[in-house]
């Protein structure tokens, strides 16, 4: 979490970002509990000028077989 806030904080005005990330893919100890994009995304939605975008298998434009991949992986994790 403190490289998150760390890089979150050092863009200057007029400035744009994108933090693109899977939040499910964590390799961390402690798991999702430890991952700095979870804990942005956690602290920082629903602020003024920051907005949160969750893509699903339904999103993914590559190869047909890749959506099919990505909901085969989900399933087991519910």
């Given amino acids: ?10 863009f200057g005005e007029g400035s744009r970002m ?19 994009l979870a804990d942005a995304v956690a602290r920082l939605e629903g602020v003024e000028g920051i907005a949160v975008t969750r893509f699903s298998a339904a999103d993914v434009v590559r190869h ?10 989900e399933g ?3």
């Fill in 18 to 36: 994108v933090v693109c990330g899977d939040p499910k893919q964590v390799d961390l100890p402690g798991g999702v509990a430890a991952s700095g």
């Fill in 1 to 10: 979490p403190a490289q998150m806030k760390m890089f979150l904080t050092r």
């Fill in 64 to 73: 047909p077989i890749v959506g099919r991949i990505v909901e085969a992986y």
């Fill in 76 to 78: 087991q994790e519910s």
